[in-house]
């Protein structure tokens, strides 16, 4: 095989920023936000979770936004139908909407175990803040805490949720 030589730099003209473009793909920033609030949730109207947020500015207007939301939580066997996500963006309004996670329709209330994780792109085609919201609702009309999300089994622990927004250079 062949093997190159020489020096890998920066140009001494250069003053700032990146000469050319990013290359596709190339991973231009990462902003991390967690929140340990716990949110209650009944019944087929979206409620939004507290602090499941996370702010970006795309330093490009062609660049894709990916959301990625991991988040722990419990929900009661009961009637609820199945639950939904909506994941928001400044710019583009819904970006996801109605993914369905889980359905019962056994009622023994009990407890178990419901992560959340979810993935979207969005393409916001400016270079302005943007900010990523989390819904959730069930399936059902409801009054009582189905879902809870950022919660554990124990009343006074949390299960802090993780949002990323990676933007991504095309």
């Excluded at 920066?10 to 190339?26: A, E, L, N, Q």
């Excluded at 939301?69 to 928001?88: C, F, S």
């Excluded at 069930?138 to 949002?163: F, K, M, Q, Y």
């Amino acid at each position: 095989g062949e093997t190159m030589s020489g020096i890998i730099g920066v140009s001494p003209d250069m003053r700032s920023g990146v000469v050319g473009k990013y290359p596709t793909g190339h991973v231009i920033q990462t902003i991390t936000a967690h929140s340990a609030t716990e949110v209650n949730a009944a019944g087929n109207n979206y409620v939004t979770i507290t602090n499941m947020s996370g702010a970006i500015t795309p330093k490009k207007d062609n660049s894709k936004i990916i959301i990625h939301m991991d988040m722990g939580g419990k929900l009661k066997a009961e009637n609820w139908l199945g639950v939904y996500v909506k994941v928001t963006g400044t710019a583009t309004g819904i970006v996801k909407e109605n993914t369905e996670y889980g359905y019962t329709s056994v009622n023994d209330s009990l407890w178990m175990p419901f992560p959340i994780s979810i993935l979207a792109v969005d393409t916001p085609a400016s270079t302005s803040t943007q900010t990523y919201q989390l819904h959730v609702r069930t399936g059902a009309d409801g009054t009582v805490a189905d879902l809870r999300v950022n919660s554990t089994n124990a009343a006074t622990d949390t299960n802090p949720a993780t949002i990323t927004l990676t933007e991504v250079a095309q």
